[in-house]
């Protein structure tokens, strides 16, 4: 489709980003974010990049430079870091109004009918917005299409002092396009790099100069949208978020687990959390799958992995009664004398809440079972994760994931809203 403009915003190295929002003290710093249990390197800031600190590093491989050059490390803090996903978001649907999220950190604008006006002028104001209204910085690409977008936001990310690029005119998209590799194009995967370049097509621009059935014959139809797409002719259109049709919530524990009690605690706790994005999405689960495994990296005669899954009768949504089958189904999956690294729940066979499901065998109150689910989130989101909770849950929670470095929850938590002295 002609004469669509497309604009792809992304959060500027967003995690390191959010933390300086509420200490501005880390601005032009080094600032590094580890993964889940403080294992990896997932997020770095620029300054941090500039030292050499590679993405998905083991944090004590790099603990002496870090050290050396002061450098900021932070847990994740994932409930602050959506929140304010949450808020860019929500920001960026007042001014543009059509937008698709895409990730965490990005999002496809429809910009078509500010086609009148000067767009890099439009993107700097949103830019300068966003900043003002969140404190995170954003880059954007502006194209014909989201595939040249996403183009002209890498661009602009990484080469334009101002974060801001458009990619329209010709000339501008054949010089990008020119330096652009094949893996680097959205979806083209090494994989199909690979297929590409024993055809003789080695750089996005000559992938966009192709003969389109040959590129069709190499990558099915998806490869050939690629090439209209790089050619600035629109296949993709801004999309809603849909529902997702399984819903998983698992982490590694902070310690090794020995004791049943201590799983059916973890899977509560994932079950709750599972069942408050279920219930976001307005759905109801038909079922649910448990798995246990210890870690994959010990000798074989102690490792142990192994899952199972239960269909309700009736789809449901109450965290209570999905955590009573998922601690049946822990206690028949678990064998003493194993160390645990890892439980997880999956929500299975998801539907619409709107559609009521009904049984000659069982019977499930919707109306009153709703409305205590309601009244849970709410007090949650009013008050911070956390506040009520099923007792299933655990109060000490010694399983829990290392997080020894994370921040305050400064956006969803009462208790750590920062004070102006």
């Not at 909770?389 to 305050?408: C, E, L």
Request: proline fraction near 3%; include cysteine; aromatic fraction near 10%.
């Amino acid at each position: 489709m002609k004469n669509k403009i497309f604009a792809l915003v992304d959060c500027n190295n967003f995690y390191a980003s959010c933390e300086r929002v509420f200490n501005p003290k880390l601005e032009g710093k080094p600032i590094v974010v580890l993964s889940n249990n403080d294992g990896c390197i997932v997020a770095r800031s620029n300054e941090a990049k500039a030292l050499g600190i590679p993405m998905g590093a083991p944090l004590f491989k790099y603990e002496q430079l870090i050290k050396r050059n002061n450098v900021h490390v932070f847990s994740s803090n994932y409930t602050f870091y959506g929140d304010m996903s949450a808020r860019v978001m929500t920001s960026l649907r007042s001014i543009v109004g059509d937008i698709e999220i895409y990730s965490i950190d990005e999002a496809f604008l429809d910009i078509s009918k500010f086609y009148y006006c000067d767009l890099t002028e439009t993107a700097n104001e949103i830019r300068r917005l966003i900043k003002q209204w969140t404190g995170i910085p954003i880059s954007i690409g502006i194209g014909p299409s989201k595939t040249l977008a996403k183009a002209a936001n890498r661009q602009a990310k990484k080469y334009e002092e101002s974060n801001v690029f458009d990619i329209r005119e010709e000339s501008e998209r054949v010089r990008v396009l020119k330096d652009l590799e094949l893996e680097d194009i959205w979806g083209i995967s090494t994989r199909w790099g690979r297929r590409l370049r024993k055809i003789g097509i080695n750089s996005a621009y000559e992938l966009s100069t192709g003969d389109p059935r040959q590129i069709r014959k190499t990558l099915s139809i998806v490869g050939e949208r690629i090439y209209h797409e790089l050619n600035g002719i629109s296949c993709m259109q801004i999309e809603e978020v849909k529902n997702k049709k399984n819903i998983i919530s698992s982490k590694s524990f902070g310690k090794k687990v020995t004791k049943v009690y201590e799983l059916e605690e973890a899977v509560s706790t994932y079950v709750a959390r599972a069942c408050e994005k279920l219930r976001a999405q307005n759905s109801r689960a038909g079922g649910i799958h448990v798995f246990l495994r210890t870690s994959p990296f010990i000798e074989d005669e102690r490792k142990y992995s192994n899952g199972m899954s239960s269909f309700f009768t009736i789809p449901t949504s109450n965290t209570s009664k999905i955590i009573k089958e998922a601690k049946r189904l822990t206690n028949k999956l678990f064998l003493p004398n194993y160390e645990y690294q890892k439980i997880g729940v999956i929500l299975l066979d998801i539907s619409d809440a709107k559609h009521e499901q009904f049984s000659f065998y069982e019977h499930e109150n919707y109306e009153r079972s709703d409305m205590l689910m309601d009244s849970l989130d709410q007090l949650n989101d009013r008050f911070g994760n956390g506040t009520l909770f099923m007792g299933a849950q655990g109060i000490q929670k010694n399983w829990k994931m290392r997080a020894d470095r994370k921040s305050a929850a400064y956006t969803t938590n009462l208790i750590d809203i920062p004070r102006v002295v």
